[in-house]
């Protein structure tokens, strides 16, 4: 016998993953994992028998429920199924897959419709944070087709913008969370931030990087990625996570001169494999380093002001990602008053993911 969840496969910006509702899974934290597991397939590096896509970027899960807070209609759980390990982490959100959370929550009757767009206020429960997803809705549905394109996905659809609202600090305590522009660690110069999601950036130059290596090229490169990996674990203690050797976080982005007209060319540690563009929240983060002056980004010769509303396109290996900041600065101090960003989703399929009978612990 196996045992039957409901599930949504979504894809949410350049990630794809598994939505459930929160009453479908196990309440204890633990046997709720052992389900994911189940579900995607892992450990193995295939996951072969499993929904897993065999990359982090496909092996995600969106847990939802309608929230209880006053400023809040759902409440976004994301979780990280590691693909080779028995591994299921929490320690950071994750704003592609957040893309889907207002479609899903609409057509699972948790928030209305409320016209030709709907708002969904969504509490990232990760680090405490909350965005605002506006979703088309026509004729009282949800609407997926439409012209919005964005980098690293094929075709068209509907656009999904995304305000981010109270992101800075959101999992170290603080924007710059060091309390410094620029940290010196093992020799070079880096830049910590977390405006949603902790970010390590990093000048491509200095580790013999021109910024038009492929992800490949740089997965290949044993020497950069041990020295990629000791810099981020000392940063990590530097930013407040504690010991980062089995997290996700924080990512190590390396920073080169923009090649196709953006305001930077990226290429991004995830934090072992590299992303075929960039996490929306790491883009935001990245943004965030180039508007400040006295960062890593400085030398780079970004023409670029830090204050009042910004757009900004933050380049990758797949093309760019754009993002609007609203900045107010004061003297030395700089705010983030509000992030934003447009994303688009498409539901794949509705269904129900089989469980061996041997986990236990499915409701």
């Known amino acids: 016998m196996q045992q039957a969840i409901p599930v949504t496969i979504m894809r949410g910006g350049t990630s794809k993953g598994l939505?459930?509702?929160?009453?479908?899974?196990?309440?204890?934290?633990?046997?709720?994992?052992?389900?994911?597991?189940?579900?995607?397939?892992?450990?193995?590096?295939?996951?072969?028998?499993?929904?897993?896509?065999a990359h982090p970027l496909t092996s995600k899960v969106a847990v939802l429920s309608r929230s209880k807070r006053s400023d809040a209609d759902v409440d976004y759980l994301f979780l990280q199924v590691v693909p080779d390990k028995p591994?299921?982490?929490?320690?950071?959100?994750?704003?592609?897959?957040?893309?889907?959370?207002?479609?899903?929550?609409?057509?699972?009757?948790?928030?209305s419709v409320t016209g030709d767009t709907t708002s969904?206020?969504?509490?990232?429960?990760?680090?405490?944070?909350?965005?605002?997803?506006?979703?088309?809705?026509?004729?009282?549905?949800?609407?997926?087709?439409?012209?919005?394109?964005?980098?690293g996905v094929p075709g068209t659809?509907?656009?999904i913008p995304i305000d981010f609202l109270d992101i800075a600090g959101s999992s170290c305590g603080a924007l710059f969370p060091t309390g410094k522009l620029i940290d010196r660690i093992e020799g070079y110069d880096?830049?910590?931030?977390?405006?949603?999601?902790?970010?390590?950036?990093?000048?491509?130059?200095?580790?013999?990087?021109?910024?038009?290596?492929?992800?490949?090229?740089?997965e290949a490169n044993a020497d950069l990625i041990a020295l990629k990996e000791r810099i981020r674990l000392i940063a990590g203690q530097k930013m407040n996570l504690g010991d980062v050797s089995d997290k996700t976080v924080p990512k190590m982005t390396?920073?080169?001169?923009?090649?196709s007209g953006g305001l930077v060319s990226t290429q991004t540690f995830i934090p072992h494999r590299v992303h075929e563009a960039i996490g929306v929240l790491g883009a935001v983060s990245v943004a965030t380093?180039?508007?400040?002056?006295?960062?890593v980004a400085d030398e780079l010769g970004l023409d670029v002001a830090n204050t009042g509303i910004l757009n900004m396109d933050i380049e990758h290996p797949t093309g760019f990602f754009s993002v609007e900041m609203e900045?107010?600065?004061?003297?030395?101090?700089?705010?983030?008053?509000?992030?934003?960003?447009?994303?688009?989703?498409?539901?794949?399929?509705?269904?129900?993911?089989?469980?061996?009978?041997?986990?236990?612990?499915?409701?």
């Open 19 to 53: 939505y459930f509702h929160k009453a479908d899974l196990p309440n204890d934290p633990t046997e709720r994992d052992k389900v994911l597991l189940a579900a995607m397939g892992s450990p193995d590096e295939r996951q072969i028998d499993g929904l897993g896509g």
């Open 87 to 111: 591994e299921v982490r929490d320690n950071q959100n994750c704003g592609n897959i957040l893309a889907g959370v207002g479609p899903w929550a609409i057509e699972n009757g948790l928030v």
């Open 120 to 151: 969904v206020r969504i509490h990232m429960v990760n680090t405490g944070a909350n965005a605002v997803a506006h979703v088309c809705t026509h004729d009282g549905h949800v609407c997926y087709a439409g012209e919005a394109r964005i980098d």
């Open 157 to 159: 659809a509907s656009p």
């Open 190 to 218: 880096v830049s910590c931030v977390d405006n949603g999601m902790p970010v390590v950036c990093l000048r491509a130059s200095d580790f013999g990087l021109d910024g038009t290596e492929t992800p490949t090229d740089l």
């Open 254 to 259: 390396f920073l080169s001169t923009a090649q």
């Open 289 to 295: 380093v180039c508007v400040a002056k006295g960062t």
């Open 327 to 363: 900045i107010e600065t004061n003297d030395t101090d700089m705010t983030v008053k509000r992030s934003a960003l447009l994303r688009t989703a498409r539901k794949l399929m509705m269904g129900e993911v089989y469980i061996p009978a041997s986990v236990k612990g499915v409701p």
